[in-house]
Protein backbone atom coordinates (compact mmCIF):
# COMPACT_ATOMS: atom_id res chain seq x y z
CA UNK A 1 0.00 0.00 0.00
CA UNK A 2 1.32 3.44 -0.91
CA UNK A 3 0.57 6.49 0.56
CA UNK A 4 0.86 10.24 -0.69
CA UNK A 5 0.58 12.91 2.54
CA UNK A 6 0.49 16.39 1.34
CA UNK A 7 0.75 19.20 3.63
CA UNK A 8 1.46 23.03 3.81
CA UNK A 9 -1.41 24.76 2.89
CA UNK A 10 -3.56 27.10 4.07
CA UNK A 11 -4.86 31.17 3.58
CA UNK A 12 -2.27 33.81 2.76
CA UNK A 13 -2.48 37.23 1.17
CA UNK A 14 -2.03 38.01 -2.34
CA UNK A 15 1.52 38.43 -2.90
CA UNK A 16 3.09 36.16 0.35
CA UNK A 17 4.21 32.56 -0.02
CA UNK A 18 3.10 28.94 0.90
CA UNK A 19 5.66 25.96 0.93
CA UNK A 20 3.80 22.35 -0.04
CA UNK A 21 5.33 19.39 1.05
CA UNK A 22 4.35 15.42 -0.28
CA UNK A 23 5.54 12.45 1.17
CA UNK A 24 5.33 9.07 -0.04
CA UNK A 25 5.23 6.04 2.01
CA UNK A 26 4.86 1.87 1.83
CA UNK A 27 6.45 -0.14 -0.62
CA UNK A 28 7.75 1.73 -2.91
CA UNK A 29 10.76 0.21 -5.24
CA UNK A 30 10.91 3.52 -7.22
CA UNK A 31 9.62 6.71 -8.08
CA UNK A 32 9.43 8.15 -11.57
CA UNK A 33 8.32 11.52 -12.42
CA UNK A 34 6.45 13.38 -9.70
CA UNK A 35 4.00 16.52 -10.16
CA UNK A 36 1.90 18.96 -8.75
CA UNK A 37 -1.33 19.29 -9.62
CA UNK A 38 -4.84 21.98 -8.53
CA UNK A 39 -8.16 22.30 -9.28
CA UNK A 40 -10.10 25.50 -8.81
CA UNK A 41 -13.99 25.34 -7.77
CA UNK A 42 -15.55 24.49 -11.01
CA UNK A 43 -12.80 23.74 -13.50
CA UNK A 44 -10.72 21.03 -14.55
CA UNK A 45 -7.23 19.87 -12.44
CA UNK A 46 -4.36 21.05 -14.17
CA UNK A 47 -0.83 20.56 -14.14
CA UNK A 48 1.15 23.11 -11.89
CA UNK A 49 4.67 21.43 -12.56
CA UNK A 50 6.45 18.12 -12.93
CA UNK A 51 9.41 16.74 -11.96
CA UNK A 52 11.32 13.55 -13.48
CA UNK A 53 13.52 11.01 -11.38
CA UNK A 54 16.34 13.28 -12.50
CA UNK A 55 15.36 16.46 -11.58
CA UNK A 56 14.44 18.05 -14.78
CA UNK A 57 11.30 20.40 -13.81
CA UNK A 58 8.24 21.27 -16.12
CA UNK A 59 6.29 24.49 -15.10
CA UNK A 60 3.16 25.88 -16.67
CA UNK A 61 3.34 28.79 -18.04
CA UNK A 62 1.09 30.37 -15.21
CA UNK A 63 3.32 29.60 -12.19
CA UNK A 64 6.63 30.09 -14.11
CA UNK A 65 9.24 32.16 -12.33
CA UNK A 66 7.30 31.98 -8.98
CA UNK A 67 6.80 28.60 -8.24
CA UNK A 68 9.49 26.14 -8.05
CA UNK A 69 9.67 22.74 -7.58
CA UNK A 70 12.13 20.14 -5.55
CA UNK A 71 12.24 16.88 -4.60
CA UNK A 72 14.36 14.21 -2.04
CA UNK A 73 15.15 11.09 -3.27
CA UNK A 74 16.33 9.88 0.34
CA UNK A 75 12.81 11.01 2.03
CA UNK A 76 10.44 9.77 -0.90
CA UNK A 77 9.33 13.66 -0.82
CA UNK A 78 8.70 16.48 -3.10
CA UNK A 79 8.56 20.53 -2.17
CA UNK A 80 6.68 23.10 -4.11
CA UNK A 81 7.84 26.68 -2.80
CA UNK A 82 4.78 29.18 -4.11
CA UNK A 83 5.89 33.04 -4.04
CA UNK A 84 4.54 35.91 -5.64
CA UNK A 85 1.01 34.14 -5.03
CA UNK A 86 -2.19 35.34 -6.63
CA UNK A 87 -6.19 34.83 -6.27
CA UNK A 88 -5.94 32.45 -9.76
CA UNK A 89 -4.00 30.61 -7.53
CA UNK A 90 -6.66 29.40 -5.09
CA UNK A 91 -7.28 25.60 -5.62
CA UNK A 92 -7.07 22.38 -3.89
CA UNK A 93 -2.92 21.16 -4.53
CA UNK A 94 -2.57 17.53 -5.25
CA UNK A 95 0.52 15.65 -4.94
CA UNK A 96 0.78 12.75 -7.93
CA UNK A 97 3.56 10.17 -7.89
CA UNK A 98 4.58 6.92 -10.63
CA UNK A 99 5.73 4.63 -8.30
CA UNK A 100 6.93 0.70 -8.82
CA UNK A 101 5.85 -1.42 -5.89
CA UNK A 102 8.11 -4.48 -7.12
CA UNK A 103 10.33 -5.28 -9.88
CA UNK A 104 7.70 -7.30 -11.23
CA UNK A 105 5.02 -4.25 -11.17
CA UNK A 106 4.15 -1.49 -13.43
CA UNK A 107 4.45 1.81 -12.68
CA UNK A 108 1.52 3.25 -11.24
CA UNK A 109 -0.45 6.25 -10.85
CA UNK A 110 -0.99 7.43 -7.17
CA UNK A 111 -2.82 10.65 -5.74
CA UNK A 112 -2.47 12.80 -2.39
CA UNK A 113 -6.06 13.27 -0.39
CA UNK A 114 -5.15 17.45 -1.58
CA UNK A 115 -4.55 20.28 -0.06
CA UNK A 116 -6.50 23.55 0.01
CA UNK A 117 -4.31 27.35 -1.12
CA UNK A 118 -6.71 30.18 -0.80
CA UNK A 119 -5.13 33.61 -2.00
CA UNK A 120 -7.37 35.97 -0.61
CA UNK A 121 -6.88 39.48 1.41
Known amino acids: QVQLVESGGGLVQPGGSLRLSCAAS????????MGWYRQAPGKERELVVS???????NYADSVKGRFTISRDATKNSMYLQMRSLKPEDTAVYYC???????????????WGQGTQVTVSS
Open 96 to 110: NARIRTSWTSRVKDY
Open 26 to 33: GTIVSINA
Open 51 to 57: ITSDGSP
